[in-house]
């Protein structure tokens, strides 16, 4: 496809399960993101890849978040023994350009409940 | 701290009407601003965008303008429609080329609802 994808577009996690989200960005796309948006808010920034670097993970909210890129493209956000405040979409955009193009194509999200 | 503020939830007009969405901003090291827009159970869609060395960008129906000076950016659609109805963010971002790696802030979103 063109356009950025998620799966799975819903999760329904018990407290405690480990969870892994994944994104495949649009093909050539140096620039990857992911965003975690609560409900009734806007994104909010979680961590950054360019190509296969993690360049930024300041938005991470805990250790228990983790991503990774190995490849530079397919991307997969992984958070461990989850809890409740974890309950979010989580959005992943991508770029064309490596740092240097504002414009991000978001992916449809992936809707996590944690219960 | 929330740096980008979209201080009105929600936003109803009457079709063929204008439209307009306001953004506030606080931190000076924005240079980029953009419109999303977000339909039920899918990602923010890019609508339109202005760099902070311009106080106006327009691209059809959709304007936005920039006023630096006030730290406020806002979206006009003219002429409404009833597809236009959907969540809009405004977002900001510092410096792409930067550390910043182009990452964005985003507000909390203004519910439009355009009536026919």
């Known amino acids: 496809g063109a356009g950025v994808s998620q799966s799975p577009r819903y999760k329904v996690a018990k407290r405690g399960q480990d969870v892994a989200l994944r994104c495949d960005p649009i093909s050539g796309h140096v620039s990857l993101f992911w965003y975690q948006q609560a409900l009734g808010q806007g994104p909010e920034f979680l961590t950054y890849f360019q190509n296969e670097a993690q360049l930024d993970k300041s938005g991470l909210p805990s250790d228990r978040f983790f991503a990774e890129r190995p490849e530079g493209s397919v991307s997969t956000l992984k958070i461990q023994r989850t809890q409740q405040e974890d309950s979010a979409v989580y959005l992943c955009?991508?770029?064309?350009?490596?740092?240097?193009?504002?414009?991000?194509?978001f992916g449809p999200g992936t809707r996590l409940t944690v219960t | 701290d929330q740096q980008v503020k979209q201080n009105s939830p929600s936003l109803s007009v009457q079709e063929g009407r204008i439209s307009i969405l306001n953004c506030d901003y606080t931190n000076s090291m924005f240079d980029y601003f953009l419109w999303y827009k977000k339909y039920p159970a899918e990602g923010p869609t890019f609508l339109i965008s202005?760099?902070?060395?311009?106080d106006k960008n327009e691209d059809g129906r959709f304007t936005v303008f920039l006023n630096k000076s006030a730290k406020h950016l806002s979206l006009h659609i003219v002429p409404s429609q009833p597809g236009d109805s959907a969540v809009y963010f405004c977002?900001?971002?510092?410096?792409?080329?930067?550390?910043?790696?182009?990452?964005?802030?985003f507000g909390q979103g203004t519910i439009l609802t355009v009536h026919p």
């Open positions: 202005i760099s902070s060395i311009k």
């Open positions: 977002a900001a971002s510092a410096g792409a080329g930067g550390t910043s790696y182009g990452k964005l802030t």
């Open positions: 955009a991508s770029s064309l350009l490596g740092g240097n193009s504002y414009e991000q194509y």
